[in-house]
């Protein structure tokens, strides 16, 4: 038996002898992994589309020609990246009931209603996609347009949905449940869970500054490579606005959400703060990680932590002694969750003082394309946000362990006891490469054949004259 061979082997004996079952390490890597690939596209779904619109109805209001290729090209790759998007969700799906059968055997009465619903706005989103995508200079401008508006609301309400199933693992409510088995279901109070509103909230900040950054970044490397035209300027500047503007008001709701996690999930909070004694005047610890119940190389910051969730010193916060045996997070989730949040209010508070810039360098009216070092960060801003978004969700489900649903079903319960998991994963991560690489494919070969276009020298969708009354269609003036 080979090095791997061993090293499986004992990792099974392990997970045997906590009373873990064997298949519920690889059910969880395979979760997470196919979970963050599919999170990545969601923003683009959410908040590219919106960008698209707000293109589309400037070069329809304005004759802005810009604007419309803006619109049109931007289209086009938020089409790619809903077809990436139906592939992993669609395998997404398929997981819930492979690997997790606990869940949707004794849950799937109230745990599957949300999804029943997202299915219904998936379905409207793919029918107003093709629809918009289809109408360039095919329909009216504006009747063009207004197929477009459904393709974010539906895009909305299809993530609220998966919100709502995500939130309602957290805070499992409007369900009667006996003998571990679902009774009743109250459908309003399973979608409208305690933790729903919050949770969507901030999702959807997130979506808009993960897609806003990302699209600035993708015109600040055009301009920093001596791009410095109008096009690229105005792309730059729509996707870096409607982040940098929602970056201030993520802050007041996550510091809101931080303070009910504080008095709702009292576990979850503790590990947040590395806390593993109850007490009052917590410090705040920066970096850090549990061992053997312990607290190491962290630096503390003395009573932040009380004052943040309190607004005074004295403020006891529970700590993880204060969590049953049985559903006490380990050391390691703890550190995860601990060094996640960490990770997300760093990076956060980075894209918040890369917004101050912005905001300074349009206020002494300096030229955008001589900011090198400005542009140089703007570049790194879409991977740095993605980074936030991933982190948060790391908080949100690793947090949550070691139950899947709260106070009613332990993670080793609802995992599947059937098979190896393991070759599963395996051919998972090879689709998931293939569709991710064709995906990248698809929209390298996009941006060459645009570059070799050019910014304006190409026909622009319907012209600015078409709104203001001109019925022809073809080539628009140049800016």
Known sequence: MGKTGQGLATLAHHLAATGEPHQLLPARQQMAF???????????????????????????RRGDDDALLLAQRWSKVAAVLFAVGAISGTVLSFELGILWPGL?????????????????????????????????????????????????????????????????????EGVTVRDGQVVAVRPVDVFFNGAF??????????????????????YAVGL???????????????????????????????????????????????AIELLPTTGRHVPETLGGILLDGRV?????????????????????????????????????????????????VGLSCVLLALGMWFAWLR?????????????????LSGPAALACLWSGWVVTEVGRQPWTVVGLLFTKDAVTRQGDIWPFFGAV??????????????????????????????????????????????????S
């Open 104 to 172: 949707m055997g004794r849950y799937g009465a109230a745990f599957g209603f949300p999804f029943a619903i997202e299915g219904l706005f998936f379905f409207l989103e793919a029918i107003f996609v093709s629809l918009y995508i289809y109408g360039w200079n095919r329909m009216s401008p504006w009747a063009h347009f207004l197929t477009g508006v459904p393709v974010p609301l539906a895009s909305l309400g299809g993530t609220a949905a998966v919100i709502a199933a995500n939130s309602w693992m957290n805070r499992p």
């Open 363 to 379: 206020w002494r009216r300096r030229p955008l394309a001589r900011q090198r070092w400005f542009l140089r960060c703007c570049a």
């Open 34 to 60: 196919t979970l963050g690939f599919h999170i990545v596209l969601v923003p683009f779904g959410v908040a590219l589309t919106t960008l698209m619109l707000i293109a589309n109805y400037r070069g329809l």
């Open 296 to 344: 190491r190389y962290g630096l503390r910051i003395p009573e932040v932590a009380s004052v943040l969730a309190g607004f005074r010193p004295s403020t006891e916060i529970k700590g993880l002694e204060a969590v049953p045996p049985q559903a006490r997070p380990s050391d390691a989730a703890v550190s995860t969750v601990h060094l996640a949040f960490d990770i997300m």
């Open 224 to 270: 920093l490579r001596g791009r410095d035209t109008r096009y690229h300027r105005l792309g730059f500047h729509i996707g870096f606005v409607c982040a940098a503007v929602l970056v201030p008001a993520q802050f007041i709701v996550g510091d809101t959400i931080a303070r009910y996690v504080f008095q709702a999930e009292p576990a979850k909070f503790a």
């Open 429 to 478: 991560v090879v689709i998931y490469a293939a569709v991710g690489t064709g995906a990248l494919v698809v929209l390298h070969a996009m941006k060459r054949r645009w570059q070799a276009e050019g910014d304006t020298a190409v026909d622009v969708p319907y012209g600015p004259g078409t709104h203001a009354g001109h019925a022809e269609r073809g080539r628009g003036t140049e």
């Open 197 to 218: 509103w919050y949770e969507m909230l901030h999702m959807f900040l997130a979506a808009y500054i993960v897609a806003g950054f990302a699209v600035a970044g993708v």
